[in-house]
């Protein structure tokens, strides 16, 4: 092996295994893709991961796409895919959380897209996207879901239990409680704040701090008792500035 050259004879690349070093200059090298052709390819191609196949896969999801279930641009279709490349393409962001961690897509989804959709049905929404039951399982029939935003906030690995004054929550119930987001709890406990603080400080730090709508003055309190709604809803809706609304529903 040339001394410059980094020797990646065994590895595999997507869907490409390097047989040997063919030639120095410029450098390729031989690989056998998984249906068994072989192909010259040069080091920048496999290591980015712009070549992932000897154009077998490529011809393959194309033709899959436009002339057996032309489902291409469904969101369906767009999970699949990106479940796939996050399991299987070190190259793909998120792979460290997926492939790296061992998660794999079972053979029966893998290739077969019409069956992946036939296990899991069509998404109820546009909100809802895939969940594992089990976040160390793979993607398989029996451990996969359609699942909503909240669904997956309960299922996240990091989301610990905690307990306070004798009642123990999931940090997203907690957040939910208290009105707060998850990342805004999370992000207390991390900077290290004690469980009590976390739990009792308000959104703005402040319990009386006011706020103004159309002329009228209350503390969060007050308008929260007046709309009925959660600390949480009036800081999304402060933020995306349509609190307004809310007070229209009540005139």
């Known amino acids: 092996m040339h001394k410059n050259i980094k ?21 390729l090298w031989l690989c056998r893709c998984e249906c068994g052709v072989e192909k010259f390819i040069d080091t920048s191609n496999l290591v980015r991961g712009s070549t992932k196949s000897c154009g077998c ?17 469904t969101a369906e279709y767009r999970t699949w895919v990106s479940m796939r490349s996050r399991c299987k393409y070190p ?57 909503t935003p909240r669904e997956q906030n309960r299922n996240k690995r990091m989301n610990r239990v905690l307990e306070f004054n004798g009642e123990s929550m999931i940090i997203t119930d907690w957040a939910e409680k208290i009105g707060v987001s998850v990342q805004t709890l999370s992000q207390r406990l991390t900077r290290g704040d004690s469980l009590e603080k976390a739990l009792t400080t308000p959104l703005n730090g402040n319990k009386l701090s006011k706020i103004e709508i159309d002329g009228d003055i209350k503390t969060i309190d007050e308008w929260c008792d ?12 402060r933020c995306a500035g349509t609190l307004k609304e809310l007070k229209l529903k009540l005139e």
């Not at 595999?12 to 030639?23: D, E, R």
């Not at 896969?57 to 641009?73: D, F, I, N, P, Y």
């Not at 546009?126 to 879901?145: A, L, V, W």
């Not at 007046?226 to 809706?237: A, D, Q, S, W």
């Open 57 to 73: 896969m490529k011809a393959q999801l194309v033709s899959r796409a436009t002339s057996t279930h032309r489902e291409s641009g």
């Open 91 to 147: 190259s793909v962001n998120g792979y460290k959380n997926y492939g790296g961690r061992g998660i794999t897509v079972s053979p029966e989804w893998m290739h077969d897209y019409p069956q992946f959709l036939k296990d899991m049905g069509r998404k109820p929404s546009k909100e809802y996207s895939i969940e594992r039951k089990d976040t160390d399982g793979n993607y398989e029939r029996d451990n996969c879901f359609w699942a």
């Open 226 to 237: 007046l709309f009925g709604v959660t600390r949480k809803t009036i800081y999304n809706r």
């Open 7 to 27: 020797d990646l004879t065994g590895k595999t690349f997507n869907y490409l295994t390097v047989l040997k070093l063919a030639q120095t200059k410029p450098v």
